[in-house]
């Protein structure tokens, strides 16, 4: 039995190493498919010449059926959803590039654009949108379908030359709706209050755990972002409809349409199936057939090749995504760390190819510390060369605290901006015992007994004393972005105190220079590096060293990459580097952090919750 027991195991294993051998080699070849016959490195940061496809007198068409991004995907992320499905995001980057050369080509007749179950947030619509309307200006028509429509894609499709909606569906466009919820209450009858200490009387951040209504600041301050909001969409949707402010302001007003109200009030041109459309306009455009975008961008190179630069000057692409923590966590996992963006903005400074950097910042907030680290880094690479801020659709507290020392910052019109403040906030279980009866004691010689108690109230003195500390952090806050924005303190004061404004409203008061996006800012680089603006220059991104081997499998030199792996090729193909683990609620991380920049959005019930290895 010892005998058979022993070749069945032998057996087992040699099968199960077999198996997991194929596995490996089926991998490999499909990768090796991907990418020598795709004809697409994916490490390329640029995007070479493809085969030539036949087109002519074509409409590109252009189907929205996933969610829009401005932001990168990694290469890994970009492999496996090319091997084993297809639910990767479309990048504003693609979108845009089709656009581009589509208004430059001759055989391109026209441009349809079909909205279906697309998700994007304001900010990535206005970028989108602006490069709508430069297509537009080459005189070639756009024409978009919307199954339905709902404020942010209605604002996008009112860009449109012929603007064509779904039969029994309609319109839902209320503009902006600002929705805060509040905890104070809530939290009350579980015991637990926050001791909240502030500097900037508009700093709101702590707000909805402490109270159960808006302060009249707050609600100062989003009538005012509500209003900035609203201007921005009636004014683009008036341009693009060719109606009177008034007229599309009474259109949000009213809000709810049928589609036959829409039509016959001037929202849409025309009523009908997408498929029936088509057919109309090969006719109306004088094209033979239709061409998805991706077969146009295969067919379509030439147009860009005679612009592009060359390898010798580039541009470097930083992005800073999500809440600005201490720790070393990857900056993938929707967190920013001083580690890993310091390590990209030390690459962007010794790459002497690299001429300008563009910092792409979507951030709240977060720790001061953690801000002010990655703000000294930012300062000393403005020091070597242009560094442009493109902000997303929040830049705030601690996001523009790192965006502060930039050559220039750019927004959009409906970017949430500013929250020049602090706050400090200490959790505390006063009624823990007496709902739950759990009890706390504290043993320590320090004076700070009640601070450091969960279940007593802290002292008039320690709330003093953490007073000074976030005194001291705002001090520094507009002290720095005084010298950033070269604005005396006393101005920037003024206008700090903890209040959020757009980009519209911050570019006003001097917090932001220009109004744009992702494209407006390389561009911007560009100027800035002294680079030709009409020529086409290689984007750049920090590639951070391979983990594991999954990571070596989009890499060139693949092999190469696994001998370099900490530990060799026995880490296994899909283990992930051993984290600690990180706090996950706001109450979490507020008894770790107690110094805390951050913006408190609420929620916006009107917007919808790359690699960009291209050109620019």
């Known amino acids: 039995m010892r005998l058979l027991r022993s070749i069945f195991m032998v057996l087992t294993g040699y099968f199960a190493l077999l198996g997991l051998g194929i596995t490996i080699l089926g991998v490999l070849a499909g990768i090796f498919f991907y990418k020598h016959f795709d004809g697409e490195s994916l490490i390329s940061v640029e995007r070479g010449p493809k085969a030539s496809v036949p087109l002519e007198d074509v409409i590109v068409r252009i189907k929205l059926d996933r969610p829009l991004s401005i932001e990168s995907i990694d290469d890994r992320s970009r492999l496996l959803s090319r091997l084993f499905s297809d639910n990767l995001p479309i990048l504003v980057d693609d979108v845009q590039m089709v656009l581009r050369r589509a208004a430059a080509d001759a055989r391109v007749k026209g441009v349809l654009i079909d909205v279906e179950n697309s998700s994007a947030d304001l900010s990535t619509l206005s970028s989108l949108r602006r490069s709508l309307e430069q297509y537009v200006a080459s005189n070639k028509p756009l024409y978009v379908h919307l199954n339905e429509g709902d404020s942010s894609f209605y604002f996008l499709g009112s860009a449109a030359t012929k603007l064509n909606l779904a039969p029994v569906s309609g319109l839902t466009i209320p503009g902006p709706s600002l929705q805060l919820t509040y905890f104070g209450s809530a939290l009350e009858k579980l015991g637990v209050q926050l001791e909240v200490v502030k500097a900037g009387k508009y700093k709101a951040a702590m707000e909805a755990f402490v109270q159960d209504a808006p302060s009249t600041e707050t609600t100062e301050m989003y009538q005012s972002l509500e209003g900035s909001l609203r201007q921005s969409l009636v004014a683009s949707i008036a341009a693009g409809r060719k109606k009177t402010p008034e007229e599309v302001a009474q259109w949000l007003r009213r809000s709810l349409f049928t589609s036959q109200q829409a039509l016959a009030q001037g929202l849409v041109d025309r009523i009908g199936y997408l498929s029936d459309w088509e057919e109309e306009l090969k006719k109306e455009a004088q094209a033979k057939d239709f061409v998805d975008d991706d077969h146009y961008l295969s067919g379509s190179d030439s147009i860009d090749t005679a612009q592009y630069s060359g390898d010798d000057q580039s541009l470097g692409l930083i992005e800073a995504t999500g809440e600005i923590v201490m720790g070393s966590g990857g900056a993938g996992g929707g967190v920013i760390t001083p580690e890993r963006l310091i390590e990209q903005l030390q690459w962007a400074k010794a790459d002497a190819k690299i001429k300008a950097v563009v910092l792409r910042v979507d951030s709240p907030g977060g720790s001061a510390l953690a801000s002010d680290l990655i703000w000294d880094e930012v300062k000393k690479l403005v020091a070597v060369k242009p560094v442009v801020v493109s902000m997303g659709s929040v830049a705030a507290s601690g996001g523009y605290y790192i965006s502060a020392p930039a050559s220039l910052i750019i927004a959009e019109p409906t970017t949430i901006t500013g929250s020049i403040g602090v706050v400090g906030a200490i959790p505390k279980g006063l009624q823990v015992g007496e709902k739950w009866g759990v009890h706390f004691h ?162 916006v019930s009107w917007t919808r919750q790359k690699s960009l290895n291209g050109l620019h």
């Open 442 to 603: 504290v043993i320590t010689g320090s004076d700070r007994k009640n601070y450091l108690n969960f279940g007593t109230p802290s002292t008039a003195e320690d709330k003093a004393l953490l007073g000074e500390s976030i005194k001291e952090v705002y001090d520094t806050f507009v002290n720095k972005v005084a010298e950033g924005r070269k604005q005396p303190p006393q101005r920037v004061f003024e206008i700090a105190e903890g209040r959020v404004y757009t980009g519209a409203e911050a570019q006003k008061l001097g917090l932001v220079d220009r109004l744009g996006g992702l494209k407006e800012a390389m561009q911007a680089a560009k100027e800035l590096a002294k680079l030709d603006s009409q020529k086409l220059y290689t984007v750049k991104r920090f590639r951070p060293k391979a983990r594991n081997l999954l990571d070596c499998l989009v890499e060139d030199k693949m092999w190469e990459c696994v001998s370099e792996i900490e530990g060799g090729a026995s880490l296994g193909i899909f283990k992930a580097p051993v984290r600690g683990l990180e706090a996950v609620t706001t109450l979490e991380r507020l008894m770790t952090d107690s110094t805390v920049l951050a913006y408190w959005p609420g929620s």
